[in-house]
Each structure stands twice: as C-alpha cells, then as structure tokens.
C-alpha cells in the first residue's frame, strides 16, 4: 500500500483546513488507517484513526477534528476545525491491517506528509 498525503498549508487560528490521505492498492478495505503528526523538535504524535466502524481522537484535537474515509475512492481525510498554533506539525497518514490504535508500531504503512501551519 502506497500513501499520498495532500491539503496541507498555512492558515490562521481559528480557520479550517482538509487534509486527504489517497492509498494505492485493492485492499484498502481491510486496512485500519490514521493521522499522526510531528511538530518542529517534538516527537510524532497520534491525531486520529479509524476501523471500517470507529473513530478514535488524540484530547488534544477531539470536537475539532473529524476523520472520515471513502472505501471507493481509497481516501481517509482530516477534516480540521479551529485550528491553534498548536497544530502546526507535518501530518503523515498511516495504514494498518491490524485495528488501529494510537500506538505508531501498530502502522506498517506511512506517507510523506503534509506540512500544516496555523498563524497566531
């Protein structure tokens, strides 16, 4: 499985940004998939994740974030509102064939990342 992050940018506090995570392959279906993120010399941190029925939240993002996927277009999405400061980071999508945890050695799949920046 093949991933290609896209959407990020800069923005203020407050605005919103999407971000979509585009999977290779015919077996999409079977893969749990989440968003994590690395902020300038922090240690990469988990976003998001979801299985083929549940969502799951960092607290630092729950009730502004929203992941979604779409199993005929091979995409899983971000949808970020009120973004802070805070959430400046690279945000890397990852797949696995396990159910999806916030635990990084569970994603045997990542992609390159979209580089997010919110403005004060």
């Known amino acids: 499985v093949q991933l290609q992050a896209s959407g990020g940018g800069l923005v203020q506090a407050g605005d919103s940004l999407s971000l979509s995570c585009a999977a290779s392959g015919r077996t999409f279906l079977s893969y749990g998939m989440a968003w994590f993120r690395q902020a300038p010399g922090k240690a990469r941190e988990f976003v998001a994740s979801?299985?083929?029925?549940?969502?799951n939240y960092a607290d630092s993002v729950k009730g502004r974030f929203t992941i979604s996927r779409d199993d005929v277009k091979n995409t899983v999405y971000l949808q970020m509102n009120s973004l802070k400061p805070e959430d400046t980071a690279l945000y890397s999508c990852?797949?696995?064939?396990?159910?999806?945890?916030?635990?990084?050695?569970?994603?045997?799949?990542w992609g390159q990342g979209t580089e997010v920046t919110v403005s004060s």
């Open positions: 990852a797949a696995t064939n396990k159910k999806p945890d916030s635990s990084e050695s569970t994603y045997i799949y």
């Open positions: 979801i299985s083929w029925a549940t969502t």
